[in-house]
């Protein structure tokens, strides 16, 4: 079946650091991948997607670019604010699976002033 | 905007009790979604449905029930509440021929 995994949070960066979120998956075919993001408080909300292999996708600063021939897509952002502390989700849909979605077990940011 | 509602934030219930969370969303959407999230196991499906009265069981069906009488309304029932069901759980919706979800902001539920 379809898998997601990401690294273990929490990860604790200074503001204006790099950042990077492993994600690897396991898929049959060739599913979309997706970055979800909860702010404290609130439910999950669609960050970037990307639907086919080297397909990079951006939003907020945030980027991740689907590589097939190692099953991952990290995000990465190049400057970290005390605004992006949050949970963060990836997620796959594999193909032919129904639009269901698939999800890893998330990462928590937490950026200090 | 799509919206996607839940009736609490929180709730606190006991042990043995009859438990309902509702989510309605404002889109129109075909498919909704219940969820749990506990940590590091990321969120996993409870519930489904695809159309009105109509639902599919997800990875972790075992304590719960759905009911979907209106299009825009997904209810999740708890027939007894145990301990090992405090959790934070999540509705979402999505419309047809698209793999995007919407969430609700979660109903983070306590089972004493």
């Known amino acids: 079946g379809n898998s997601v995994t990401q690294m273990e949070g929490p990860v604790t960066l200074s503001e204006e650091a790099f950042l990077t979120i492993n994600c690897t998956y396991t898929a049959t075919g060739y599913p979309s991948l997706f970055w979800y993001v909860q702010y404290p408080g609130e439910g999950l909300q669609l960050l970037l997607k990307a639907t086919k292999a080297d397909d990079k996708g951006s939003n907020k600063g945030f980027e991740a670019t689907y590589r097939k021939e190692t099953t991952s897509f990290h995000l990465e952002k190049g400057s970290v604010q005390v605004s992006d502390s949050a949970v963060y989700f990836c997620?796959?849909?594999?193909?032919?699976?129904?639009?269901?979605?698939?999800f890893g077990g998330g990462t928590r940011l937490m950026v200090k002033p | 905007d799509v919206k996607v509602t839940q009736s609490s934030r929180y709730l606190v219930k006991r042990t043995g009790e009859k438990v309902f969370l509702e989510c309605v969303q404002d889109m129109d959407h075909e498919n909704m979604f219940w969820y749990r999230q506990d940590p590091g196991l990321g969120l996993r499906l409870i519930y489904f449905s695809y159309d009105v009265k109509m639902k599919e069981k997800g990875d972790i069906p075992e304590g719960y029930s759905v009911s979907r009488e209106k299009k825009e309304r997904f209810s999740l029932i708890l027939e007894s509440a145990s301990t090992n069901q405090t959790s934070m759980y999540l509705c979402?919706?999505?419309?047809?021929?698209?793999?995007?979800?919407?969430f609700g902001p979660g109903t983070r539920l306590t089972v004493l």
């Open positions: 979402a919706s999505r419309g047809q021929g698209t793999p995007q979800q919407f």
């Open positions: 997620a796959l849909v594999g193909y032919n699976a129904g639009n269901m979605l698939t």
